[in-house]
């Protein structure tokens, strides 16, 4: 990847000191015009992040947010930068920060939309900013959306290695809405923009500190009650996840992350803090090994749909087998026995 063009320009971000963001442009549609945001720590002495000055040794990792969702986990990036990675967060068209006065939220009619601005944070990170590898963190939707990514780009050398936090693999839900209903709602002549589901995610909810969560965050850029969920990126996921089905060729290491047990999204669930209840998670370990040669699987006993966003042990679990995984898989390290016995085993 080769850069062009003049100089570019960071701004401070909503996350406050020590927080900056720059625009990608993305040109426009029916809605106006397209951006996306590439969010870091400022870097040097005043830092939001420490790094513990090991900055030149590791990759650089860019975060890929979920539907209804924003990157706002600071945590998440100071982990990753104390074990020497430069941590870079993407917010896609229409979600979060780049959602544009008049645009519908986290809308698309097509994944594939979001290769232009994942190719344009790679080039970004890889080209302008000098980092010579590149860790992709994907969460939810933005797991499936980045192996999709990362499949079409398996030919190219732009990503080193993929983590997956509970990738949206299928539909969480009966067989005949996975099966019929799907195929009914890909043939039915309907409006792209037609809301098909609403209503409050129990998940979502309880997340945040007001409702008594752990985790704080901008209520307006990830709603509480969910984003509607709209008929053309309901067929988008679909077919995402059906390519995925089929299988991908994804060259690079792989590591898929589950919570170890799913249950209702409801917010009588005694357990509602201890199991994903956005996906299920045996479809996810079931479609894991069609990524591509060299995946890897990871549950995580007593974690959320966002693995970083768990109670502490889970959390720590996640976080430290990600790092233990990765220093294998990318610097040869000999992993740390206790992680390893925690975490992944090889799919087949």
Known sequence: MSDAGPPRTWEPDLLGPGWERTTLDLGEDDEGPLVATVVRAVPGAGSAVSTGGTTATRPAVLYVHGFNDYFFQTHVARAWAARGYTFYA?????????????????????????????????????????HDRLVVLGHSTGGLTASLWAHSLRHADVVDALVLNSPWFDLNARWFHRVVATRMLDAAPIDPRTV?????????????????????????????????????????????????????????????????????????????????TVLDVTHIAARAPRLGPDVTLLQVAGGVHDLSLSAPTPRAVFTETVFAWLGVRLDGAV??????????????
């Open 90 to 130: 993407l917010d896609l068209r229409r979600c979060g920060r780049s959602l544009l006065p008049g645009q519908t939220p986290h809308f698309t009619i097509d994944l594939a939309e979001y290769v232009t601005e994942l190719t344009a944070a790679a080039r970004l990170v890889r080209s302008e900013l000098g």
């Open 196 to 276: 098909i589901a609403d209503g409050l995610s129990a998940y979502s909810f309880h997340l945040h500190v007001d409702h008594g969560g752990r985790w704080d965050y901008d209520q307006v850029l990830k709603p509480p009650a969910g984003s509607p969920v709209r008929a053309g990126w309901m067929r988008a996921v679909r077919r995402g996840q059906a390519r995925l089905s089929r299988g991908l060729e994804i060259t690079v290491p792989v590591l898929v992350c589950t919570a170890g047990a799913s249950g209702p999204n409801t917010l009588d669930n005694p357990d509602l803090d201890a199991q994903d």
């Open 335 to 348: 992993s740390d026995p206790a992680a390893a016995a925690a975490g992944p085993a090889r799919s087949t």
